[in-house]
């Protein structure tokens, strides 16, 4: 942290808001992360007049990109709120995976590729599209007419052909949030995965 970003503390401690900002800012200027951060809880809060997401978003996302873990939590949070769901994941993924609790507690990470050395080749030979359209098709066959029956959807937000195939999927209606209550929602997608396109995969769920 640099002097000005200690200094800026200080008069915020103070109550000197008008100045700290000043201070904040100049300290971002020199790429201080923190001090973006600051910035980016001004906006969020309205601490200078009215609340306002899209400075909020910039100065977290400015942060969030170079490597400051709540402010990768607030930049998928904000996106979340806009309905830009890729985005939203995206950071959420990378703060869970620096192990902040708040967005493990939003997105649910769910595999058996560390115990497994399956591998279905003859998914693995096809091109990504095709692999994401056989995705989608178990989606659309198996997974949503069963979450259908409780009022719910899913939606499939990003495919990755990697060694371990990585699935990103976002609950709608009233399964939001419904792998935070049930795990068995979880495991169940999982299993379907595992049976129908590989057992290396890997879910993300929000």
Not at 8 to 32: P, Q, S
Not at 118 to 124: L, R
Not at 162 to 167: D, Y
Not at 186 to 195: G, P, R, V
Request: one cysteine or more; charged letters at 25%; aromatic letters at 10%.
């Amino acid at each position: 942290m640099s002097e000005t970003f200690n200094t800026a503390i200080r008069e915020f401690e103070a109550k000197n808001y008008a100045y700290a900002y000043d201070l904040f800012e100049e300290a971002a200027r020199t790429g201080d992360i923190n001090a973006q951060y600051a910035l980016g809880a001004f906006y969020e809060r309205g601490m200078l007049g009215g609340i306002d997401e899209d400075k909020a978003l910039e100065y977290f996302k400015k942060a969030a990109d170079c490597g400051h873990i709540d402010a990768q939590l607030k930049t998928g949070l904000l996106y979340r709120q806009k309905g830009e769901i890729f985005e939203s994941m995206r950071y959420l993924i990378t703060a869970a995976h620096n192990n902040n609790r708040q967005a493990q507690s939003i997105i649910t990470y769910v595999s058996n590729s560390s115990l497994s050395a399956e591998k279905n080749e003859a998914f693995h030979l096809l091109e990504e599209s095709k692999q994401r359209a056989l995705v989608e098709e178990l989606l659309q066959t198996k997974i949503r007419p069963m979450l259908a029956g409780d009022g719910g959807g899913i939606e499939l937000v990003h495919y990755a052909a990697k060694e371990k195939p990585q699935v990103w999927l976002n609950y709608q209606g009233a399964c939001s949030g419904c792998h935070l209550s049930f795990t068995s929602t979880a495991d169940m997608l999982l299993d379907h995965f595992e049976t129908m396109i590989d057992k290396n995969v890997v879910l993300y769920l929000m």
